[in-house]
């Protein structure tokens, strides 16, 4: 007959079991994201010769022009230029676009994802209310202006070499994220800043960047800032806290005036959520999530988390800095994000650029 076990030992070995089990669950997550995002590199390589890159056009550079998604021509919007760069929108099906901002009307009120201050506000006044009949009362605040085209650009390595900047600033509206660098790179990824997106980190750092005098003096993020016009600095998770904070801290210490204050009284990080089905979206999901709503065509560039290009070259997880990144352990599922933005480039809502833009 057996010895009855101690509630010590059954306890150990519940836990032991628990153990062992969430590390294979671990295990097995991590080797299903590996092998999604080399199937998904490898389908693009396979595919790249067999499409037509999503670029302007031009006579010049039509033969060198590849389109890594194929898919049928829809409705298009013309091509629009600035200067001597053409961007050609004739992936862009607007009855989609419009069906997608549909979609996001079912969660959330698009505007409300972007508060501005107005320029005659003092930091001291920037309460960064959630009540809306506060601020129409207060009117220090304002929404966003609808735009034509807009850039949102990612970090992405594949920004790097990629002759993007000019086209990147051709567009209406530009919006970066976490202070990415472009004095040094702005052949890669253009000069224009309209919106300048911080996640609550990222802000922190900032501010705790421009305390010290040595960071102030060196810092390429100040010597960025200092070249923004008008550019809005957005906190998109929400109004108050340490987020908000820390960028009014921010505007008082540089103190700009071309520089503005934005937040969102409805987070797009919950409309990511619920879109992508995703736990912890990254700041570029969340980017497009909200400026859907304020832009009729979008491009998206710097948008891909993969360790090499559709060529076969290495990659850097960002384009201004060589930092290791595991992409299958990371919080943000940036595979599985991919995966629904290059569905929406083949609907028509958005156009995703991954490839170089020569001229």
């Not at 007959?1 to 669950?25: C, D, E, Q, R, W």
């Not at 295990?27 to 299903?32: A, H, L, N």
């Not at 080399?38 to 693009?44: A, D, F, G, K, T």
């Not at 700009?256 to 089905?277: E, Q, V």
């Amino acid at each position: 007959m057996m010895a009855k076990l101690k509630p010590a030992y059954v306890v150990l070995g519940i836990i032991y079991v628990l153990l062992i089990s969430g590390l294979t669950f671990q295990y097995m997550s991590s080797r299903k994201w590996l092998y999604t995002t080399n199937r998904m590199l490898y389908s693009l390589k396979i595919n790249k010769n067999n499409s037509q890159f999503l670029r302007p056009a031009s006579p010049a550079s039509s033969k060198r022009n590849h389109n890594i998604w194929s898919s049928t021509p829809k409705a298009r919007p013309s091509p629009t230029s600035s200067g001597d760069v053409f961007i050609d929108w004739s992936n862009i099906n607007m009855t989609s676009v419009e069906n997608m901002r549909e979609k996001i009307k079912k969660y959330m009120d698009g505007k409300l994802s972007l508060i501005v201050y107005k320029h005659n506000t003092s930091l001291t006044d920037m309460k960064f209310d959630t009540n809306l009949t506060q601020l129409k009362k207060a009117n220090s605040t304002e929404f966003l202006q609808h735009h034509d085209t807009c850039a949102i650009i990612g970090n992405s390595g594949i920004l790097l070499n990629s002759g993007c900047g000019r086209e990147i600033d051709a567009h209406d509206l530009v919006v970066r994220a976490n202070s990415a660098r472009i004095l040094g790179f702005e052949s890669d990824v253009g000069k224009k800043t309209s919106i300048m997106a911080f996640n609550r980190a990222s802000a922190i750092q900032l501010k705790r960047r421009l305390g010290g005098k040595r960071m102030v003096l060196d810092s390429h993020q100040l010597k960025t800032f200092r070249t923004f016009k008008n550019t809005i600095m957005w906190y998109p998770l929400g109004a108050g806290g340490t987020g908000t904070a820390a960028l009014k801290a921010v505007g008082m210490q540089l103190g700009f005036d071309n520089i503005r204050i934005g937040y969102s009284l409805s987070s797009p990080m919950r409309l990511s959520k619920t879109l992508w089905h995703l736990r912890l979206p990254s700041s570029g999901i969340n980017m497009f999530s909200a400026m859907n709503y304020y832009c009729d065509k979008i491009s998206l560039y710097g948008f891909f988390p993969f360790y090499e290009d559709t060529h076969g070259r290495p990659i850097q997880h960002h384009y201004y800095e060589t930092v290791v990144y595991n992409y299958t352990h990371s919080h943000h599922k940036m595979p599985q994000e991919y995966v629904s933005l290059t569905q929406l480039n083949k609907d028509g809502v958005v156009r995703l650029v991954t490839d170089r833009c020569n001229y």
